[in-house]
């Protein structure tokens, strides 16, 4: 099976006077997160830039109003998991990356390795791969069309774009050139019917 993500996001910056908002943090998440969502991982290309993602509390804010503007505590989401995953903690104590408690919690992502507790089918669709990460998989709704259709997009632009190179640079000739052009011609018309099928997931 496929890893969950390739790249583990951390909190790279420090920052010795916090900002008054959280949100003035975002293009640092942007760049600790490698534009991708910290639950699914899907890469904020997909749902319009970084202006379409969120911010999240991994301990809620309105539980622990004290990490308001806690860059540790902030990670970059997308949308459906931030919705998904709301305000939800399952004790009185902020001070936990694995937040695991009687069955329930949360596992921090720039803190736990999440290929650890997830894996993907051969279609991207994310699965638990232990008690936190089925939890995890039911509470954020990680299991939704939508995010291994964000996944194949991803595969299919990465390959797109290798193709591409080896066709605009001249780096094969003959057969294998015809090869290539065909791939990259096949490889297109997938992507554009993934392309369409999450549009319409989006409606």
Same mark, same amino acid.
């Given at each position: 099976?496929?890893?969950?993500?390739?790249?583990?996001?951390?909190?790279?910056?420090?920052?010795?006077?916090?900002?008054?908002?959280?949100?003035?943090?975002?293009?640092?998440?942007?760049? +600790?997160?490698?534009?991708?969502?910290?639950?699914?991982?899907?890469? +904020?290309?997909?749902?319009?830039?970084?202006?379409?993602?969120?911010?999240?509390?991994?301990?809620?804010?309105?539980?622990?109003?004290?990490?308001?503007?806690?860059?540790?505590?902030?990670?970059?989401?997308?949308?459906?998991?931030?919705?998904?995953?709301?305000?939800?903690?399952?004790?009185?104590?902020?001070?936990?990356?694995?937040?695991?408690?009687?069955?329930?919690?949360?596992?921090?992502?720039?803190?736990?390795?999440?290929?650890?507790?997830? !894996?993907?089918?051969?279609?991207?669709?994310?699965?638990?791969? =232990? !008690?936190?990460?089925?939890?995890?998989?039911?509470?954020?709704?990680?299991?939704?069309?939508?995010?291994?259709?964000?996944?194949?997009? =991803?595969?299919?632009?990465?390959?797109?774009?290798?193709?591409? +190179?080896?066709?605009?640079?001249?780096?094969?000739?003959?057969?294998?050139?015809?090869?290539?052009?065909? =791939?990259?011609?096949?490889?297109?018309?997938?992507?554009?019917?993934?392309?369409?099928?999450?549009?319409?997931?989006?409606?």
């Amino acid at each position: 099976m496929p890893n969950f993500r390739e790249y583990s996001p951390q909190h790279n910056h420090n920052f010795q006077k916090p900002y008054k908002s959280y949100r003035s943090y975002k293009k640092y998440l942007v760049l +600790d997160f490698n534009n991708c969502c910290g639950y699914c991982n899907g890469h +904020d290309t997909w749902n319009g830039g970084p202006k379409s993602y969120h911010i999240d509390h991994f301990a809620p804010q309105d539980k622990f109003p004290q990490l308001e503007t806690q860059y540790d505590n902030l990670i970059y989401a997308c949308p459906s998991c931030n919705l998904a995953k709301s305000n939800k903690w399952y004790s009185n104590n902020s001070n936990t990356n694995s937040h695991f408690i009687n069955g329930k919690g949360l596992q921090k992502p720039t803190e736990i390795d999440f290929n650890i507790h997830f !894996v993907r089918d051969a279609d991207g669709a994310i699965q638990g791969n =232990t !008690v936190e990460g089925v939890f995890m998989v039911k509470t954020l709704k990680l299991n939704l069309e939508r995010h291994s259709i964000i996944w194949r997009l =991803t595969r299919l632009q990465n390959l797109i774009t290798s193709y591409n +190179d080896l066709i605009v640079n001249q780096k094969v000739a003959g057969n294998d050139l015809q090869i290539a052009i065909k =791939t990259h011609y096949t490889l297109l018309k997938v992507f554009y019917k993934y392309h369409s099928k999450f549009r319409a997931l989006n409606v």
